[in-house]
Structure formats: C-alpha cells, structure tokens
C-alpha cells in the first residue's frame, strides 16, 4: 500500500499529496448523449460520453491505490491501467462509471469505447438504467480519477453518499419496480412518466398505467373507502368479517371512554392514517391512551380507538381476486449487548445495506421519533440507556415495514379459511390490489373467534416484504400484478411500422398510414412535418425524432402507429420503442446528411438507419429495398423475416429470395405483383395507383409499392390495400409537399421536399416526362452537406433549368448566411443552359420573384425548404 509522503499515511479523502499536481485534468467533456432506446451500440439504454482525454505521463505516486480504496470492485481492470495512454483511461472511466451506478439488486455490464475522428478524443458507451444517476456517475467517476492521477484532496465519502441519496431520490422503489421488471418479462413495453411512480406499461389504446401500487384498475371509490379505518370496519362487519370492536374519539377524554366500552387493552390511531404513523398499540391506562390521542391527532383530524387483538402481526396480499403473499410482521427493535446505547443500536442496525430512507430499499431506516420515544419509555429506558446483553427492546409497536419493521414469509403456512377471509375482505370493498393487516395467533389453524382479526385493509400496499423478506422465501408479485392486468398472450403492443431511409421516408409513412386506416384504425404517424393522430394534427414540424414517437405511442385511442425514424433521433437519444413490427427501409443510396456524429460515409449511415431492422422480433417483418445494395446486405446482418421490393421485375435479390419460399414485391408490365415464393399475383395497375401519375414517377412507385409491403406484412386484405391506394392522392391534402402539381396561370408548378443528390436526381428524371419547353427552379439545400454535395446539385441543375432562383431557408445550419447559394451557383457556373442564376434572401420572396419570371407554359420546380410554409402560400395563390 502507499503512503502519501506528505502526511505518511495511506489514502483518504482528507489526504493532499504532492501539489506540483493539483492542477492536472486527465479529461475534458465534449459531449453526453443519453440513447434512451435501441441504438447503434445496443439495445440498452446507455450514454455516449464523448471525452478528450489527456495523457498523464508523470502521475501521482500511488495513484491506483486511491482509486482502489474507494472503488475495490475495480481492483483487476485497475492493474492492466496506464495514464498515459487515451485507451487505458477510458476503460478506467466507463468501469467506474459501471460501479458507481450499481446496486444490490442492478448489476450493469454493458460497456464500449469508440474512436473518432479528433485526436485523443474517445466515445465511451456506458448502459444506465436511471439516466440522471448515469450522469452524476459519470461526472463523479471523471472527478475520482482526475483527483487520483493529480493526488488531489477529494472526499468520496461525501460525493458517493450524495450520488446514493439521489438515487435513493429517482430510481423506481421496490415495489414498482417489480412489476416493471415483470412487464419486461412479459415482453410489455414500460414508459416511466414521471420522476415519481407513473409508469404507462404497453401503448395507445392497449396501454395501462400503474402508480406505486395502484393500476389503471384500482377503485378511486375502493381507495376512499379504505382510506376512512372505521368505515372500512363497518363495511366488513356487514358482511360478517371478523373485525375489532372500535369507533371515532372526539378528544382525549372520549378516547379514554371509548377504551373503557370496548375493554382495554386498546389500539388508538388515525382514522385515515397510512404506514403505520401515530398507531399505538396495547394501550391499557388513561396517560397511555390520552398521550396516544395527542400522536394520532397530529396525523389526522380524525381518531379512532379500537379493542386490541392478541396475536402475531400478518400482511396478506391480494391481487385480483387470489391469495398472492403473506408475511408476519416484527415491530422495529434492538437486542441489547451491554455495551452500546440504543442510540447506537439503531445506528447499527441501520447500516444494513437492505435499510434506506423512505421505500428506496428492501428495508426502511429505523427512527427514533416521537412514537418511539413514547414506546421506549413503557419500557423504562431512553434513547441513551445501555439495554442488557440479549434484552430485546421495541422501537416501535406497530410492525410496519415503513417504520423499521422485518418481514418472515408465511405464505406456504397460511390456513385456507384464512385465505378466503382476506380475499372476501378486498373484494368487499373492490380493491384489486389489497394488503390485508391480520392478527393471528396462529396462522395455519382455522379462523375462530379467537384467530383472526382484520385490523385494516390498504389500498397501494407495499410489496418490499414480500420482495425481500427477511426470512423466508421470496414472492413474485410484481408478477401477479402483471398478469391480473394483462392476459396471457397480450402484451399491451399496438401494430408498429417504423420507417426509414434517405429519401421517400415521409411519403411512405403517410401512405402506410392511410392503408392502415382503412381498416377503421385510428392511425397515428410521425414525420418531418407533423404529429397525427386519427387525420388530427397534435404538433407540426419535424417530428421525426423520438419524443414525436412517444408521443404517438402514448395516445391513448391510436390503434396503431406508424413512425417516420430519422437518423439524427436514432444517433442523438436512440429509438422509441423497443420493438416494431415492420421496419420500412426506402433506400440509402450515395447518403445524406454524411458528417454527423462520425457518420461519414453510405455504410457508416447505412448502420444507422438498419438499427430499426435490429428491432424486428422474430414475429415481425422487414420491408427491404432490392435495388439498393446496402439496403439488401441488411438482411445478411439481422436475420429477420424479409420482404424485399423493387421497381423492376428482374432483380436477382428478389429472384434468389422468391426461390426459398420467401415474399417479394415488384412492377410488371404496368402492374404491381405480389409474390409468396413462386406464387405471384397482379394487385392493382399503375395506371389505377394516382400518386404515380400513370405510373410515369418512379420514385413514387419505390414508395406505393413499400407501402405496400408494410401493409401485406400487417396482414391487411388485399381488398382493403387496392382500395387504400386507389384513394391516396398526389395532392396538397394527403401528401403535401411531396411531388404536388398545380397550375397558376398556364404555368405548371411542381412542388418536393427533396434536397439532396439522389432525390434531386429522381425529381428530375420525373420532369422528363412533363413537355414545357422552358423551365425554371426555386432551389436551395441544407447546410448540414458538404460542401461538394451542394456544388454537385447545383451542376444538375445546370444542364435542366433555364433559370435557377437560389436561396436560403431555415435549414442553413451553422453556415455564413449567403455560403449555400455561393455553392449552389459555382455549381451553375458555365452552365449549357442555365442562363439567368439569382440568388435571394427568403423563400417566399423567391418563389414569387420566380413565378413572375414564369410565361404560361413553363415549368416552375420548387424546392420546399419548409413544406408546410410553401404549400399554404402556394394555396393562397390559387385561391386568389
């Protein structure tokens, strides 16, 4: 071990070393990205830390040995650790990192390191499961090893206890989290709402929702009544349900009277008190009884006195109308050793790691408050008394688990007599979820009027004792929850078409949802200009990201969804859901938008978009496009079932896939074929298909027909898909912006979103069919491309337009304003036909400059930078 030569002693959080390093910085933070669903590294939740590292050379003496004493966890990857190497530090980072967040009961161990293109400038991939525990893990894990490597002063104790307390604070308590977990194994998809308890388990319509022990389920009528202790015991008496004699005290003196009627010993407590809070047990004179009216009055306005029942204290648990857990509670105590105060004691007993504040752990902290003072002092001691070796002292008398009470399974033990009572006692009242107080003295034996007593009923019960007893075996609940709300085979999951590509990706997320609406489905969609749900627009722009998708999927009337999936949403925050259904793949093509987070090159974005084929079970279905290579090798990387399409009959891809049995679609000779192995089937003409104009647009028919595939793959009739896309018009109503044509005055207007090199190219192979003579263009591009992508589109413009209106929009990114029309028009320079080339600052401005230009019988192209915009101000001009 060493020994800091400046106080000669081994490491602690108090220790200053060597100063000539205090100033050194082994990281620097670029970035945290929190990927909140699949992504291109997993399928887990994870951050990528983008870190610039810096090598140390010369760092502290002993500086493993600081980290080793406040992490020993990492002792073998610390041995293999050199700080000077980039690498090396960044494995370091992401295993602390890992440590930092695990718990008892949460191991992680998914970890990655990934080069980019910046020197010494490293991503580390850490999964999470609490995102802002990750993030102060990861700020706390760069603070240790900065602190080591410099031989800096730093107090661990300190910031890892704060890291635990705000853990304790946001992480899912016990019992919600075991009906998460059981969700998850059911295959449901979990949501948490709230920073709270509020989980939405499944989606749309399908979706419930659980709050800490309630569910979409639970009686609010059912919960007032348990609520009110005194008519819960009336209720119950009714219907011939063994309860203590009791009833609400006005103060003190008739708390005293009460306890007189009934005979001592009495309980006294709230008459709508929760957790064991201001119950006093066994109570037998005036003082005990009056003191105890004083603790209960605080809680609650309301008091109620009640006859003590002897016997040992159970929880029952029922769940949907079935005897599920029980468990026999111990009142919060300590055992004397004849040494230590009881101060101390509890102190002791609270280091158990299984013991936190509140609900966060299986066992809750001990409290020394007023009720235990109280209880302490029928006993005879105080908080400072030194108890005899072996004597048991009660903290409490109430044997909640929320006041520092242990829990021993009996659920194997528990008389059927008496599992009927408390099933009869939940359903009396209508709680789904019920925990049953009962004393018993003797839990296997039949109830009798002297065995058996229902003390209370709670609405919301905590599960922790049955998760974690103890002693004892412990109970799935979680899992009875689960399947009370969900049946065997539902897994709460709506249809779910994720789409994606580099071009087409909005046109087909519109067409498929318009084909699953003629299903009487209300649809929900995501694209880059909108949120919809049912035809209804919930939110305009680009959605196309994954707070969009959540939005869609937590809807609660969408009986199925389909999501456009762009590839900033999947490198940024990752997907947002866990599966789909069908995974829609339009193309890739030479790429767009390379550049980003390390997204350089068609393969590189290629891996992107494919991360929603990685989220295909083996139910579901991939829609590939054949005629796009990187598309096609999709397919050998996920093993998914797979319909491939293509706007051509003789493409080898389909040829070879039709062969082994599998489903293809594709265009012959006008028409659209469907083929189920070698079985093939004419669905509907081109000619009958509007969006293709004829069947003269080929991009639109690369959309109609994956479309199409997506809605074969939900299994739609192929009466209800023809009638789908028969009724799916080119126009400014169904598919705005996307190839609209119209004409103003004599002049033919053409209006696309396309802005990029293959989409520029298939829009003007599309022109070719139009016959104007002289044609102009309304262009622009965004400024996330290269530099050479914007020169290339302008030299296509070049040999097709007579005039070019270059300008700006909304998309310039980063860019000196004025640089994407500079490139735009070097590409247009010595242009064989471009003769006029003006460049404008606006959109709006210039189309109208451009439209002015136009003679009639000319051919107006415009690039909608902003579709939405452009489409109203185009309709403005045809209404005018």
């Known amino acids: 071990m060493w020994v800091c030569p400046r106080c000669a002693r081994a490491p602690s959080p108090t220790c200053l070393s060597d100063t000539s390093h205090t100033e050194l910085q082994s990281t620097s933070e670029i970035r945290v990205l929190a990927l909140r669903g699949p992504n291109i590294w997993s399928r887990a939740t994870a951050l990528e830390c983008w870190v610039e590292f810096h090598p140390v050379a010369n760092p502290a003496p002993g500086w493993r040995d600081w980290l080793l004493s406040w992490v020993p966890a990492i002792e073998p990857v610390l041995r293999e650790i050199t700080a000077a190497d980039p690498h090396s530090l960044a494995r370091l980072l992401n295993h602390v990192t890992l440590h930092l967040q695990s718990r008892t009961d949460l191991l992680l161990g998914f970890h990655k390191i990934v080069e980019t293109s910046q020197p010494n400038v490293l991503r580390i991939i850490t999964q999470y499961d609490e995102e802002s525990v990750a993030r102060r893990a990861f700020q706390l894990a760069r603070q240790m090893i900065d602190a080591a490597l410099a031989g800096r002063t730093f107090d661990f104790h300190k910031e890892h206890t704060d890291l635990k307390d705000h853990a304790d604070d946001v992480c899912l308590g016990p019992s919600t989290r075991s009906m998460v977990n059981a969700a998850i194994v059911r295959g449901i998809p979990v949501r948490r709402l709230t920073e709270g308890s509020l989980v939405q388990l499944g989606w749309g319509r399908k979706q419930k929702k659980i709050l800490a022990a309630a569910t979409s389920q639970t009686s609010a009528i059912a919960e007032d009544i348990v609520q009110d202790k005194d008519l819960t015991r009336i209720l119950l008496h009714q219907v011939g349900l063994p309860v203590p004699r009791g009833r609400p005290v006005r103060d003190a003196e008739d708390a005293w009277a009460a306890a007189q009627e009934i005979g001592v010993p009495v309980v006294v407590k709230p008459r709508d008190g ?112 030194i108890p005899a070796k072996g004597r048991q002292i009660l903290i409490r008398r109430n044997a909640n688990l929320s006041t520092g009470g242990t829990a021993v399974d009996v659920t194997d033990d528990v008389h059927p007599t008496l599992k009927a009572v408390c099933i009869e006692a ?20 039949p109830l009798s009027e002297r065995n058996g007593c229902i003390i209370e009923l709670n609405a919301r019960p905590g599960l922790r004792m049955h998760l974690y007893p103890s002693e004892g075996k412990s109970r799935d609940v979680g899992m009875a929850v689960i399947n009370t709300m969900f049946g065997t085979e539902d897994q709460g999951r709506i249809p779910l078409v994720a789409v994606t590509g580099v071009n087409g990706k909005t046109t087909t997320t519109r067409f498929i949802a318009h084909l699953l609406s003629q299903k009487g489905w209300t649809v929900g969609h995501t694209s880059t200009d909108g949120v919809f749900v049912g035809g209804r627009m919930l939110d305009y722009g680009d959605c196309s990201g994954p707070v969009s998708a959540r939005s869609v999927l937590s809807y609660p009337v969408t009986d199925a969804a389909v999501l456009e999936v762009a590839r900033g949403g999947i490198l940024r925050a990752g997907l947002a859901f866990d599966h789909c259904d069908v995974a829609v793949i339009t193309n890739i093509g030479e790429g767009d938008h390379l550049g980003l987070l ?141 190839f609209n044509i119209i004409d103003l005055n004599g002049v033919t207007v053409v209006c696309d979103y396309g802005h990029n090199i293959d989409a520029l190219r298939a829009l003007l192979n599309s022109l070719r069919h139009f016959s104007n003579k002289r044609r102009l263009v309304v262009y622009s591009s965004a400024g996330d491309r290269r530099d050479e992508d914007i020169i290339e589109q302008g030299r296509m413009l070049s040999t097709e337009f007579d005039e070019a209106w270059l300008y700006e929009g909304d998309y310039v990114r980063g860019r000196p304003s004025g640089q994407i029309m500079e490139l735009l028009a070097k590409g247009l320079e010595n242009s064989p036909r471009t003769k006029r080339v003006e460049s404008i600052l606006g959109h709006l401005k210039c189309v109208d400059l451009a439209l002015e230009s136009a003679l009639p019988g000319d051919l107006v192209m415009i690039q909608a930078d902003t579709a939405d915009e452009t489409v109203q101000h185009l309709r403005a001009k045809l209404d005018a």
């Open 274 to 385: 929760n957790q064991g809070r201001a119950v006093s047990l066994n109570l037998y004179n005036r003082e005990q009884v009056a003191a105890a009216f004083d603790a209960a009055h605080v809680e609650s306005d309301s008091v109620i006195v009640e006859k003590f029942a002897e016997g040992d204290d159970y929880r029952v648990l029922v769940i949907g109308k079935q005897f599920v857990a029980a468990s026999r509670r111990k009142p919060a105590h300590v055992i004397g050793d004849g040494v230590h105060t009881i101060n101390e004691l509890v102190a002791e007993v609270n280091l158990d790691p299984r013991r936190a504040a509140e609900h966060a752990a299986a066992l809750s902290k001990i409290r020394i408050d007023a009720v235990a003072l109280s209880v302490l002092a029928e006993q005879g001691v105080t908080p400072d008394t």
């Open 598 to 738: 390390e997204v350089n090159t068609p393969e590189e974005l290629a891996a992107v978009k494919s991360v929603i084929v990685g989220a295909v079970p083996a139910t579901g279905t991939a829609v590939l496009n054949a005629a796009d290579p990187l598309v096609v090798k999709m397919a050998e990387t996920y093993q998914r079932r797979t319909i491939f399409f293509a706007n051509d009959d003789g493409n080898d891809v389909i040829r070879r896939h039709c062969a082994t049995g599998e489903r293809a679609i594709f265009t012959r000779n006008g028409s659209v074929i469907l083929a189920d192995g070698t079985n093939e089937k004419a669905l509907i003409a081109l000619s009958e298909v509007p969006i293709t104009l004829g069947g003269k647009i080929g991009f639109q028919i690369e959309n109609t027909i994956a479309a199409i595939a997506a809605a074969w793959a939900l299994g739609l009739s192929e009466e209800l898909i023809r009638a789908g896309v028969r009724s799916f018009a080119p126009g400014f109503e169904q598919n705005a912006g996307r």
């Open 426 to 445: 939940a359903n009396a009242v209508g709680l789904d979820i019920c925990g049953i107080d009962l004393v018993a003295t003797d839990i296997t034996a």
